[in-house]
C-alpha cells in the first residue's frame, strides 16, 4: 500500500508526498515518495517529474504525440511464488534494479494511447528466500536491453 499528498503551487509546478510499504516474511520496508511535477504531461510542451521513485521527462507536441524519458528506481518489493513454483516453493522473490528508457507515445484519442520504446535495466539483482524468509540464494544479472510495444485504455 502507498499514500501521497500533492500540493499545488501554481497551474505549473506541484509537490508530490507520501510512502509506502511491502510486508512479507523476509522484510516489512517502507519507502518514501518524493516527487517535484512541473506541468502536466498531457499539455503541450516540456513537462517533467523528479524525484523518488520516478524521473520523467515528456516533451508533447501536439495532443496525439509525445516523447519521453524515464529512469525509475526499483524500491525492490518482495513477491510471493506459488505453491508449485520450480524455484522455491511457497518462497519469495525480490527483484531489484534501475531500468532507463525512452518512448514515443501516440494517443489516437483522449482514452487510448499506444507507446513505443526501449528500456535498459542496470544493476539487475535477483534473491530468492525459503518460505520461513531466510535467503536461499542471489543472482546478479547482466545489464540488459529490451524494447516494448503497449497500448492502455483508460474508461
Known amino acids: 500500500p502507498f499514500a501521497t499528498l500533492t500540493y499545488a503551487t501554481d497551474d505549473e509546478l506541484s509537490f ?8 512479507s516474511k523476509p522484510k516489512n520496508s517502507l519507502f518514501p515518495i518524493l516527487q517535484a511535477n512541473f506541468k502536466n504531461e498531457s499539455q503541450e510542451g516540456l513537462s517533467f517529474s ?11 507536441f501536439n495532443e496525439y504525440v509525445a516523447a519521453s524519458t524515464e529512469f525509475d528506481f526499483n524500491y525492490s518489493p518482495y513477491y510471493l511464488l506459488s505453491d508449485d513454483s520450480a524455484y522455491v516453493p511457497k518462497g519469495y522473490i525480490q527483484d531489484r534494479s534501475n531500468e532507463i528508457q525512452g518512448y514515443l507515445t501516440i494517443n489516437p ?19 530468492f528466500y525459503f518460505d520461513d524468509g531466510d535467503e536461499l ?19
Open 109 to 127: 484519442t483522449q482514452n487510448f494511447a499506444i507507446k513505443a520504446g526501449a528500456a535498459y535495466t542496470i544493476n539487475r539483482k535477483l534473491k
Open 16 to 23: 508530490t508526498f507520501g510512502g509506502g510499504a511491502s510486508f
Open 50 to 60: 523528479l524525484g523518488f521513485p520516478v524521473n520523467k521527462l515528456t516533451y508533447r
Open 137 to 155: 540464494a542471489s543472482f546478479k544479472l547482466d545489464n540488459s536491453l529490451k524494447f516494448f510495444l503497449n497500448g492502455t485504455a483508460s474508461f
